[in-house]
């Protein structure tokens, strides 16, 4: 249980660090800071890799949240770093991430409450 708290607060962390990144920005100066962009790939990452190591379980009992898509993108980002589509990393980024965000911190609230 202890390894499912950690990685959920991993992916909660990543989600706000990301967040970070991205508030001075919009997409265009998004798409042309490739600082930025780094952060927020290597932020969307871990929240992909976490995700990946998560129990079958735990992403059983809550099946609204696409962790077979948060899987994959982070397959998408890792394995084809020249070919990225850079809107749809900005979208994951602006929009995806919050989201999920506040899904983990609720699982976190409900199944970890301490």
Not at 49 to 66: K, S
Request: hydrophobic fraction near 45%.
């Amino acid at each position: 249980m202890r390894r499912e708290r950690l990685l959920l607060e991993d992916i909660v962390s990543a989600a706000d660090q990301v967040a970070e990144f991205a508030a001075s920005q919009t997409q265009e100066t998004f798409e042309a800071n490739r600082m930025v962009r780094s952060a927020v790939v290597h932020q969307l990452t871990v929240i992909g890799e976490a995700v990946a190591r998560l129990p079958q379980e735990l992403r059983d009992r809550h099946p609204n949240i696409p962790w077979a898509d948060i899987k994959g993108f982070r397959n998408i980002v890792v394995h084809n770093y020249f070919g990225i589509d850079w809107p749809e990393v900005w979208r994951a980024a602006t929009k995806d991430a919050p989201l999920l965000r506040d899904e983990v911190a609720e699982i976190l609230r409900l199944e970890f409450p301490d």
